[in-house]
């Protein structure tokens, strides 16, 4: 009896993923070893615009990054710019190139026996379509109250962040177009040289990001490049375009981009001379969007070939998405700009979520109209399975071949809305509705827009991934247990306001099978 005991309790260790405790970490420094001036909070102090690179600016423009020093006394009371961005829904307009800014939010010291107590840290990569967005926008104080150090960051956008050129590969020893991912690799770097500054662990940081932040970190977890630089991961509907596209292609596009900008020698001369003005208004790449590139440097190959090869940096990871993930999209690209879905277009905006239009037919076979309350709702269901829900599901079962790996469905239908007007559908648990429940967005208070049963999921949201971010599993935050995802436990914790519960219909529900077979997942 007492050896089943023990294999039983085994197993359930095996399930659960606690078996990753760390040894309380100290370290010996002084309280003035950080003499920047910082804001004082309720929670600790938050110190920002801290610059973590030099500005890309002149001959830097298009290069990796110049990775800078501590700046000693700073005041760190004010905001950086944002990377240039038009305006938008999703980030504040800006045409600053100074814009490599990072900012730290501290919670207050604790003192062991020892020394300090050092401080899990979790880096928030914001998203945005890599166009839009920055980090101070992002409030972290419901993670920074469970004792976690948080550093948010920008890095640079569109086409001065991602886009390729001849030119720029030539210059760059055979590789251009991921400068934004590089900026990512700096400012990690100045984590791992600099947090102990501010009371963090730099053997116990956690990358997190949503939407192209959770693309990112999939790509740092593909990239050679930022090995070591973190130990843990967290992807919020970031598996949408796990086969980047080849230097090649970016590079035509690039070619073609800078004879609209006003480059049509394609000089890097004349690409450096260009004003941002120039470049934001004629940076549209077109359907595909801004996206990481295999140029052989920083990603050698596709985060799906690296996945799927077992060739990656092998961290703990929670991966997810939220369940109608796609409403956000059928909005902005039809009810928003003045053609809602019809019966009569249903086809054609199946087509515009990126099907190939030889399988729309096929494919509308499976989400037929009378099934759902408007063919807005339709397409959302569809572009949710297609985008995010069936490639989280592919990365999650290949992730956790290698790696402890925990998978969740972000399911609140009440979700609030607060970036988009009413439109004709209920955009349920949108693309980017789970931010809210574990940051404060857009200038607001985290969770100033949730009611008593939503603050409680957020609760228990903050718990897991302060917990994931402390012991590598959030099966010590108090919350309902969360299995971790295997061959034995094909189980997703489904994140809903009536408490998390586990399930294991993922697949059925979101049609993985047709999937798999239409587009060979």
Same mark, same amino acid.
């Given at each position: 009896m007492c050896s089943m005991l023990k294999a039983l309790a085994g197993s359930f260790v095996l399930a659960v993923g606690v078996g990753s405790l760390q040894a309380q970490a100290f370290y010996h420094g002084h309280d003035d070893d950080n003499t920047m001036t910082g804001v004082e909070t309720d929670y600790g102090t938050k110190y920002l615009g801290i610059p973590y690179a030099e500005p890309p600016v002149g001959d830097l423009r298009w290069k990796a990054p110049q990775l800078l020093e501590f700046p000693e006394d700073y005041d760190a009371t004010t905001v950086g710019a944002g990377c240039p961005q038009a305006p938008s829904a999703f980030g504040l307009p800006s045409v600053s190139e100074d814009c490599l800014y990072l900012n730290v939010y501290e919670p207050e010291k604790k003192r062991g026996f020892w020394g300090h107590i050092k401080r899990p840290v979790m880096v928030w990569i914001h998203g945005g379509a890599f166009t839009y967005g920055e980090g101070h926008t992002y409030d972290p104080e419901k993670l920074v109250e469970e004792g976690v150090v948080v550093v948010t960051v920008n890095y640079r956008l569109g086409a001065l962040g991602f886009m390729a050129h001849p030119a720029l590969t030539a210059e760059g020893g055979g590789a251009s177009g991921n400068y934004g991912l590089m900026d990512q690799q700096a400012a990690l770097q100045w984590v791992q040289d600099n947090i102990e500054r501010f009371g963090g662990d730099p053997d116990r940081v956690t990358i997190f990001g949503e939407s192209a932040?959770?693309? #990112?970190?999939? @790509?740092?977890?593909? *990239? =050679?490049? @930022?090995e070591e630089l973190f130990s843990g991961a967290i992807i919020q509907s970031g598996a949408y375009a796990l086969a980047q596209p080849p230097l090649q292609q970016w590079e035509y596009l690039g070619a073609g981009l800078a004879a609209a900008m006003g480059c049509p020698d394609q000089s890097l001369s004349c690409l450096r001379s260009l004003s941002v003005e120039q470049i934001l208004a004629n940076q549209d790449p077109g359907p595909v969007g801004w996206l990481p590139v295999v140029d052989g440097d920083v990603l050698p190959q596709t985060v799906q070939s690296a996945l799927q090869s077992g060739d990656f940096n092998k961290v703990p990871v929670i991966e997810g998405t939220t369940r109608d993930e796609y409403s956000l999209f059928t909005a902005l690209n039809f009810d928003l700009v003045g053609n809602p879905v019809t019966a009569e277009n249903y086809y054609t905006a199946i087509a515009q979520s990126g099907i190939p239009v030889e399988a729309v037919p096929a494919v509308a076979s499976f989400y037929p109209l009378e099934a759902y309350s408007s063919p807005g709702a339709a397409v959302t269901a569809?572009?949710?399975?297609?985008?995010? !829900?069936?490639?989280?599901? #592919? *990365?999650?079962?290949?992730?956790?071949?290698?790696? %402890?790996?925990?998978?969740?469905?972000?399911?609140?239908p009440n979700a609030p809305q607060i970036l988009l007007p009413p439109v004709s559908f209920p955009y349920g648990s949108f693309h980017s509705s789970e $931010?809210?429940?574990?940051?404060?967005?857009?200038?607001? !208070?985290?969770?100033?827009?949730? #009611?008593?049963e939503q603050k409680q999921l957020s609760d228990d949201m903050v718990r897991y991934w302060t917990s994931f971010a402390k012991f590598r599993t =959030?099966?010590? #935050?108090? @919350? %309902?247990?969360? $299995?971790?995802?295997? *061959?034995?436990?094909?189980?997703?914790?489904?994140?809903? =306001?009536t408490g998390p519960v586990s399930f294991n219909n993922f697949a059925e529900a979101h049609q993985c099978d047709l999937w798999s077979a239409v587009l060979g997942y």
């Open positions: 932040g959770g693309l #990112s970190v999939h @790509a740092q977890i593909a *990239s =050679p490049k @930022a569809l572009g949710t399975d297609f985008l995010f !829900a069936c490639n989280s599901l #592919s *990365s999650i079962k290949l992730l956790s071949q290698h790696v %402890p790996t925990y998978g969740y469905e972000f399911d609140d $931010i809210q429940y574990l940051l404060g967005t857009n200038g607001q !208070a985290q969770g100033v827009n949730l #009611s008593d =959030p099966n010590l #935050s108090g @919350a %309902p247990l969360w $299995i971790r995802y295997g *061959s034995n436990y094909e189980l997703m914790k489904s994140l809903k =306001p």
